[in-house]
Structures are given as structure tokens and as C-alpha cells.
Antibody, heavy 121, light 107 residues
């Protein structure tokens, strides 16, 4: 079945780094733009970054620009998020999600992973 | 960035009730508006896309409407699994921002 499984979260000190991974299965990973979305404890959803299906284009939220790097390895069906210079306000559950396009124009996130938790402390 | 404001922030209802949640955009976004349901401790799931289309596999008690800046999500005949937090998201202009969420609680 279509599935996304994140890993790599943990407890890390401020200023340190982590690499989050998202393993995809059950669909043609290389055909989809992929997202990272995070959710701080008790808060709403925040788009973090996204990457085109072929990895040629990336976008970042201002809050993470210059510190986070999104990448993908289509040969391994895996999405990554390198998180550097971590701060307390980066504490969150990090979800990867698949971007689907309906009717050529309408984007939505139709498949989500279960999330991986990053605690900066 | 486009701001999305949901109302109410929280809502109490009973099983079998009909509820409506509103999402207002800070500028016009045509019908590029999605709704997600997030059950406690779980990942979000897509409920409505393009303002009015129910995601495959979701029941017909969900409906969405609106265009421009004002949108609604309506749930008829509430079921236990509908008690969750709902988020709207605009995909008209990057970054694709989310609303702050509406928590639907059982009365």
C-alpha cells in the first residue's frame, strides 16, 4: 500500500544537527513533489520545505532557510531533511507528505507519514 | 504570505450533529483551498481539495464550499471519528500556508 515512513528524529542539543529520512513505498516516488511539514507541541501545521519530483527545485520557509536542506534519492525512494543549527523553536513532529495534483492545477497533500519527533533541548 | 483565519478555534458538538467551520483568506485564492482532519496523535489526512471535492475514501457527510476569500467545511451527522482538529490550507500562492486549526470536541 502507499506509505511514507519517517525516521531520524531524537533529542538534540541546540546548535546541533540531525538528518531526517522519509522512506516511500507503494507508489512511483520519482513522479511526485514531496513536502516536509512540522507541528510544534500543541500548535498547528507549518510548511517547512518542498522539493520537485526530480530534485531540481526546492523551496523553504523563511524560518528554516539557510539552516535546513531538503533532498531526495529517487533510486532509494527516500526523502531527506538535513536540519542544522537547531533551535528550541524547531522542536516539533516532522511529517513528510506527498503532493498530488488534481486537474493540472490543484495541489494537495494526500499521503502523510506518521511523523518523527525532534526535541531540541 | 497569505494568512488563513479559521473560526471558530474550537467547537463542541454531539454525535449526529451538523457543524460548519469557516476559513477566511487574507487575499483572494480562487478555489485553491484544502481541508485536513487530524485525529489526536495522528498525522493529518486530506478531506477536501479544490474547496469542494471530497477526497476518495472519505464519506459523503463531508462537504466544502466557497471561492475567493471565504470557505466552509460542513460535516453532517457527526461520527465519533470526526472529533478531531481541522485545518484549511491554501495552494494558490507559495508558501502554501495553513490555518491555525479548529478543534471539534464532543459535547
Amino acid at each position: 500500500q502507499v506509505q511514507l515512513v519517517e525516521s531520524g528524529g531524537g533529542v538534540v542539543q541546540p546548535g546541533r544537527s540531525l538528518r531526517l529520512s522519509c522512506a516511500a513505498s507503494g507508489f512511483i516516488f520519482s513522479s511526485y513533489t514531496m513536502y516536509w511539514v512540522r507541528q510544534a507541541p500543541g500548535k498547528g501545521l507549518e510548511w517547512v520545505a518542498d522539493i520537485w519530483y526530480d530534485g531540481t527545485k526546492t523551496k523553504y520557509a523563511d524560518s528554516v532557510k539557510g539552516r535546513f536542506t531538503i533532498s531526495r534519492d529517487n533510486s532509494k525512494n527516500t526523502l531527506y531533511l538535513e536540519v542544522n543549527s537547531l533551535r528550541g523553536d524547531d522542536t516539533a513532529v516532522y511529517y513528510c507528505a506527498r503532493d498530488v495534483v488534481y486537474g493540472d492545477f490543484y495541489h494537495a497533500l494526500d499521503v502523510w507519514g506518521q511523523g518523527t519527533t525532534v526535541i531540541v533541548s | 504570505d497569505i494568512q488563513l483565519t479559521q473560526s471558530p478555534s474550537s467547537l463542541s458538538a454531539s454525535i449526529g450533529d451538523r457543524v460548519t467551520i469557516t476559513c477566511r483568506a487574507s487575499q483572494t485564492i480562487s478555489d485553491y483551498l484544502n481541508w485536513y482532519r487530524q485525529k489526536s496523535g495522528k498525522a493529518p489526512e486530506l478531506v477536501i481539495y479544490a474547496a469542494a471535492y471530497v477526497q476518495s475514501g472519505l464519506p459523503s457527510r463531508f462537504s466544502g464550499s466557497g471561492s475567493g476569500t471565504d470557505f466552509t467545511l460542513t460535516i453532517t451527522t457527526l461520527q465519533p471519528e470526526d472529533f478531531a482538529t481541522y485545518y484549511c490550507q491554501q495552494t494558490n500562492t507559495a508558501p502554501y500556508t495553513f490555518g491555525q486549526g479548529t478543534k471539534l470536541e464532543i459535547k
